[in-house]
């Protein structure tokens, strides 16, 4: 059974950074797309960020895009989501998932295992 733990997450004042990472317990991370997601209160969950499995394919959505990078340590199997220049608008839980095999789609639907989320908080 695959799981994923999000850690990193916290309160911060706008225009600071947090490091968010995704701990798996995956065999061959390398053998999975991640991606990160977030879902900010009374709305639905959102894409944010994902790597292709061989990490030749990155796609962020529009909103973060040169604010927030995504990379992965597949010795340590864990993924990282940077996160600089936060602003109130991110304020969400984000979530980490994994898809077998992916090509590190945006759509949640092809991604069969995800943690449990971990807090951001980003103060005006």
């Known amino acids: 059974q695959v799981q994923l733990a999000e850690s990193g997450g916290g309160l911060v004042q706008a225009g600071g950074s947090l490091r968010l990472s995704c701990a798996a317990s995956?065999?061959?991370?390398?053998?999975?797309?991640m991606g990160w997601f977030r879902q900010a209160p009374g709305r639905e969950r959102e894409f944010v960020a994902t790597?292709?499995?061989?990490?030749?394919?990155?796609y962020y959505t529009d909103s973060v895009k040169g604010r927030f990078t995504i990379s992965r340590d597949n010795a340590e199997n864990t993924v990282y989501l940077q996160m600089n220049s936060l602003k109130p608008e991110d304020t969400a839980v984000y979530y980490c998932a994994a898809d077998y095999g992916g090509l590190g789609l945006s759509d949640q639907r092809e991604y069969e295992y995800w943690g449990q989320g971990t807090q951001v908080t980003v103060s005006s």
């Open positions: 790597m292709s499995r061989l990490g030749d394919r990155i």
């Open positions: 995956i065999r061959t991370l390398r053998n999975y797309a």
